[in-house]
Antibody
Framework: QVQLVESGGGLVKPGGSLRLSCAAS????????MSWIRQAPGKGLEWVSY????????YYADSVKGRFTISRDNAKNSLYLQMNSLRAEDTAVYYC????????????WGQGTLVTVSS | QSALTQPASVSGSPGQSITISCTGT?????????VSWYQQHPGKAPKLMIY???NRPSGVSNRFSGSKSGNTASLTISGLQAEDEADYYC??????????FGGGTKLTVL
């Protein structure tokens, strides 16, 4: 069965960095586009970043452009999010999600990893 | 990119039907048939309920249906059950090469 398991969250000071990982299993990872989506405590969902199956196409939300970098290693079935210059407003649960169709929907989600940015 | 507009809350009694609206613009909801809906129970990850406006993934009850007219999409849940109580989010692909979500709707089953 499809599984997505995020890791790497934690407490970090404003201006700091953190790298999130998402380990995928149960499907051919290299065939699928992937995204990171976050949810601030008590708030709604916010799409963060997307990467195509080969890694050749990448998109970012304006709120993280220039600070976050998405990448993937198809040989390791893994997705990553490098987060730099973190701000308090980046505090959220970060989910990795598989895109189920071209530009369409997210059909599988991980359980999420909490990132807290606070001094 | 502004969030799609959803009502903050809706409620209904068991067995009744409810509809949640999701209003965007011609740059997202109105411009693409890529509207999806997600159900989220407290402390859990979102679950896909409807994709491409009106398609149901395998395993999702046929009590859930979706539609779209112009810049507004809708999720209808018929025959409300206690386990339907959750937060619901709509989402659409956008012309800005990304996705936008609605603010979420809390469904209460009375």
């Amino acid at each position: 069965q499809v599984q997505l398991v995020e890791s790497g969250g934690g407490l970090v000071k404003p201006g700091g960095s953190l790298r999130l990982s998402c380990a995928a299993s149960g499907f051919t990872f290299s065939d699928y586009y992937m995204s990171w989506i976050r949810q601030a405590p008590g708030k709604g969902l916010e799409w963060v970043s997307y990467i195509s199956s080969s890694g050749s196409t990448i998109y970012y939300a304006d709120s993280v452009k220039g600070r976050f970098t998405i990448s993937r290693d198809n040989a390791k079935n893994s997705l990553y999010l490098q987060m730099n210059s973190l701000r308090a407003e980046d505090t959220a649960v970060y989910y990795c999600a598989r895109e189920g169709g071209y530009n369409s929907h997210f059909d599988y989600w991980g359980q999420g990893t909490l990132v807290t940015v606070s001094s | 990119q502004s969030a799609l507009t959803q009502p903050a809350s809706v409620s209904g009694s068991p067995g009744q039907s409810i509809t949640i609206s999701c209003t965007g613009t011609s740059s997202d909801v109105g411009g693409y048939n890529y509207v999806s809906w997600y159900q989220q129970h407290p402390g859990k990850a979102p679950k896909l309920m409807i994709y491409d406006v009106s398609n149901r993934p395998s395993g999702v009850s046929n009590r859930f249906s979706g539609s779209k007219s112009g810049n507004t999409a809708s999720l209808t849940i018929s025959g409300l059950q206690a386990e339907d109580e959750a937060d619901y989010y709509c989402s659409s692909y956008t012309s800005s090469s990304g996705w936008v979500f609605g603010g979420g709707t809390k469904l209460t089953v009375l």
